[in-house]
């Protein structure tokens, strides 16, 4: 079965920072771009930023520009996600999914395979 795991979550203190790991079970993501997304209480979930297959384009929401930042370690089969300067309004489950047709996109219809997600709190 294809899954993917987050791990890297907790609580912090605004302006402080975070790393959150996005790893696949029984596949490569090689193929796929992959997109991190978040979801808040009572909110819809958003996409936050995403990167293609090769690592080389990234995209990201306004919300999160300069603050964040995507990367994947093809050797190691791992996407991860950069979050510095946090604020209390990044606080949210954080889920990142994968999909061979994603193309940077911060909607979540053309992903194919989601994580259980991992929760950030940011507060002080």
């Known amino acids: 079965q294809l899954q993917l795991v987050e791990s890297g979550g907790g609580s912090v203190q605004p302006g402080?920072?975070?790393r959150l790991s996005c790893t696949p079970s029984g596949f490569t993501l090689d193929y796929y771009g992959i997109g991190w997304f978040r979801q808040a209480p009572g909110?819809?979930?958003e996409g936050?930023?995403?990167i293609s297959p090769s690592g080389g384009h990234t995209n990201y929401a306004d919300s999160v520009k300069g603050r964040f930042s995507?990367?994947?370690?093809r050797d190691?089969?791992?996407v991860y996600l950069q979050m510095n300067s946090l604020k209390p309004e990044d606080t949210g489950v954080y889920y990142c999914a994968a999909g061979l047709h994603a193309l940077l996109s911060l909607v979540a219809d053309p992903y194919d395979y989601w994580g259980h997600g991992t929760q950030v709190t940011v507060s002080s």
Do not use: P, Q
Not at 70 to 73: N, V
């Open 48 to 50: 936050v930023a995403a």
């Open 43 to 45: 909110k819809e979930r």
């Open 76 to 78: 190691k089969n791992t």
């Open 70 to 73: 995507i990367s994947r370690d």
């Open 16 to 18: 402080g920072s975070l």
